[in-house]
């Protein structure tokens, strides 16, 4: 496994416009993945975070994450059998800022070949592919950024060669001009993507140390200057 090296301050500590009152992220609950994690991990930068199926919160959150880990079939599933599938969509769509977050990132996308048949949420063209045969799977170490997008505002604070945690069988395979980062796996692997105020990750951000906590602090800049 690749060593991380240790951390240093890259990020301040987040201030919400001048406001004492932190910015509301909800974090959508369909019952399974790392929920609890990227709670915790939003919490550490300073947000107010709640772990929600609540339709009418997550209208009113001033931001919205989807994390997941797992089977991208069952995460489909559970998602569409919370009724948070719409939701989803309708956030993105009104322009709330909206990250994913592993299986998170990939459900964005039309479909992954984990799960042949099981249709993503579509608001992004691609899908995820198999990491190539021959390279361990999965891959779960620490793993260095390439930053394709440098004035990505998420990456604010963040150097080239920044790195995150990893750990995931399949990648996605997208329209290049959304590829903020990669990473290499012996292939070029799609770390960050974004579009708009729409963010995903396939690193876990809530694991990533400070780097981490960093990328989380400029979310809510983002969801706060929205």
């Known amino acids: ?31 399974i993945g790392n929920l609890r994690s990227a709670q915790k991990g939003f919490e550490r930068a300073g947000a107010d975070v709640r772990l929600t199926a609540d339709p009418a919160l997550i209208a009113d959150a001033a931001g919205v994450v989807l994390p997941g880990v797992g089977h991208f079939g069952a995460c489909m599933r559970e998602l569409r059998a919370a009724k948070l599938d719409g939701l989803a969509i309708s956030a993105i769509d009104s322009g709330t800022p909206f990250l994913g977050i592993c299986v998170g990132m990939q459900m964005l996308f039309e479909g992954s070949e984990e799960a042949p048949g099981i249709e993503g949420l579509g608001v992004l063209p691609g899908m995820s592919r198999c990491l190539p045969d021959g390279l361990t799977r999965p891959q779960m170490q620490w793993n260095q950024l390439d930053i394709r997008l440098p004035g990505c505002p998420l990456l604010h604070g963040i150097e080239d060669g920044a790195w995150m945690y990893f750990v995931h069988s399949y990648a996605v395979d997208t329209d290049p001009d959304l590829v903020v980062a990669t ?23 809530e694991k990533s140390g400070e780097r981490g906590r960093c990328l989380a602090q400029n979310f809510l800049q983002q969801v706060t200057s929205s």
Not at 5 to 24: I, K, M, T, Y
Not at 186 to 200: F, Q, R, Y
Request: proline residues 11%.
């Open 1 to 31: 496994m690749t060593s991380c090296p240790p951390p240093r301050a890259c990020c301040e500590d987040a201030e919400v416009n001048g406001s004492d009152e932190p910015p509301l992220i909800a974090v959508l609950d369909y019952g």
């Open 183 to 205: 990473c290499e796996y012996g292939i070029d692997v799609t770390a960050m993507v974004g579009k708009a105020s729409l963010w995903a990750t396939q690193f876990h951000p």
